[in-house]
């Protein structure tokens, strides 16, 4: 930093020290006396007069922030011809956690000069000001006595002290028992819903403390978010804010006391807390019902585990039936698709938990009906669970084999004329294999067999694909290839097309 040698010292004022202000205005030679006069010896008979009040401890430390040797201890910065620069009087922040440049003045931001004419304030106006601008400097000496990046830590470690996350933290797994049980679908099965919207009533009440911090700093394993922060310092309010851009959040530090955006009755909010859980307990007793039917889920998963095997090859079949480019007839529909399917999306606690309301916040149902189907499920574990589902099994290859297209089978019509499946795997087969590079006509083209020059020059002619739909004509085939696009198979793309999720079982990988 070169602050040290960008400072001028004068004899007549050995309190203030003077900069040269503005970027193209490199160093003060001199003071013109009218200056000297009219506003220096008023503000430096004042910081004469106030220097006393001040500990050596303080004169130290504002002389270390700025560099400073004497008793020089206030900044006033000059212009080219010497008079004041902006009023002369600067905020103390414009040197704080700042290096500046030999080859130029101090810069001047609109937010740290005063721009007012000390010669037209009174003498209790200027002492006022010269008063305030004293304690601001010694707060930011202070601050400068550790660096930005401790105090950014510093900040982030008082925020976890802070009462509200220390509360939070230590009622973790009841406060995110609360918003996950709010958002349950199990909340529309349970009994007395008049409860249950006065629960979720003060729920919204007694939340508001915890909604008040972003997630990320609230439950963040380290110290708030982990996103880089800002921090401002306000000398005039001695305080500093830590801000984070990308949650939109701050805290702020006075006098060691770290402050929330937002600050809450933590009595209260521990109380209310408290009151809620009890209140959801007391209701979950009532639904005794409910909480039986998920035990019994619990049992059906757990039987119906031992068949893992069987519904997986059930599962890949029916995969491949969803990808069929036509179906025939009715889909085979089975209790047991629901059955597993259910069982798989379905989230149980591991552990039992002695509050109701963390236990019921883990239960994750993909459908509430499910809970109407538990007799019927049970019934069926009952019977000769292999036997069923050999017999599903075989039910669903049958429907596969009555369903694959053959290639000279009909996919659809185009303009009257039958566009045949082995065509389409043709069609499927060119886009794959130069997706994107060629445009929708050049596509046609090929397909049809039109030897252009441009196609025998790209040896497109080569091509298996060339000439796969050669009784067709070049806006029937553009056509086809619109219809392939309708269905699903095709997807536009700037040039030409490209597959969709739907066409890959159709075409054969070329290495
Ligand atoms: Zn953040």
């Not at 995969?319 to 209790?335: E, R």
């Not at 082995?422 to 067999?449: K, N």
Request: aromatic share 10%; charged share 30%.
């Amino acid at each position: 930093m070169a602050l040290r040698d960008l400072a001028y010292t004068h004899s007549d004022f050995p309190y203030l020290v003077f900069y040269p202000g503005g970027k193209k205005n490199k160093a003060v030679r001199s003071i013109p006396n009218k200056v000297r006069k009219e506003s220096l010896s008023r503000i430096h008979t004042i910081i004469e007069r106030l220097v006393g009040r001040l500990s050596i401890k303080e004169i130290d430390s504002l002389q270390r922030f700025l560099q400073l040797d004497g008793r020089s201890l206030l900044p006033v910065l000059l212009d080219k011809e010497g008079e004041l620069d902006h009023g002369g009087l600067v905020k103390p922040e414009l040197f704080l956690f700042r290096t500046f440049s030999r080859e130029h003045g101090i810069p001047i931001h609109k937010e740290y000069v005063f721009e007012t004419k000390i010669s037209m304030m009174s003498n209790e106006q200027l002492e006022k000001l010269v008063e305030s601008l004293i304690q601001q400097y010694t707060y930011c000496a202070y601050i400068h006595e550790t660096s930005h990046a401790e105090w950014i830590r510093d900040l982030e470690e008082r925020f976890e002290q802070h009462p509200l996350v220390l509360f939070a933290h230590s009622k973790r797994e009841e406060l995110q028992a609360v918003e996950r049980m709010n958002r349950s679908n199990l909340l529309s099965q349970l009994k007395y819903p008049e409860d249950i919207s006065f629960w979720r009533h003060r729920v919204e009440i007694v939340m508001r403390p915890f909604r008040s911090i972003p997630s990320d700093w609230l439950w963040s394993e380290g110290c708030a978010c982990e996103h880089d922060k800002e921090m401002y310092v306000y000398s005039d309010q001695e305080e500093l804010e830590l801000y984070c851009e990308i949650c939109d959040f701050s805290v702020f530090l006075k006098e060691e006391t770290l402050r929330l955006e937002e600050e809450f009755d933590i009595e209260k909010a521990k109380k209310r807390i408290h009151t809620i859980e009890r209140q959801f307990n007391e209701i979950a007793e009532k639904n005794d019902v409910v909480l039986d039917k998920i035990k019994r889920l619990e049992g059906i998963q757990q039987k119906s585990s031992r068949y893992e095997m069987e519904w997986n090859e059930i599962l890949l079949l029916l995969k491949k039936i969803q990808a069929l480019p036509k179906h025939k007839g009715n889909q085979p529909s089975s209790p047991w698709i629901d059955l597993f399917r259910g069982m798989e999306a379905m989230k149980l606690p591991k552990v039992k938990h002695a509050s109701p309301l963390v236990w019921l916040s883990d239960v994750e149902l993909p459908h509430v009906s499910m809970l109407k189907r538990v007799d019927e499920w049970e019934g069926l574990l009952h019977q000769d669970v292999s036997s069923e589902l050999d017999d599903l099994k075989m039910e669903l290859v049958s429907y596969l084999e009555g369903n694959t297209m053959t290639r000279e089978e009909e996919f659809t019509k185009v303009n009257k004329q039958s566009f045949y499946w082995g065509e389409v795997e043709q069609v499927l087969q060119f886009v794959h294999d130069t997706s994107g590079v060629y445009p929708a006509h050049t596509i046609t083209q090929v397909l049809i067999g039109k030897a252009t020059n441009k196609i025998r020059s790209e040896q497109l002619d080569k091509a298996i694909q060339f000439g796969a739909m050669e009784d067709w004509q070049e806006k029937d085939a553009m056509k086809a290839l619109k219809s392939l696009e309708k269905q699903g198979f095709l997807r536009k793309l700037q040039k030409g097309f490209a597959l969709t999720d739907q066409a890959v079982p159709y075409i054969q990988e070329t290495t």
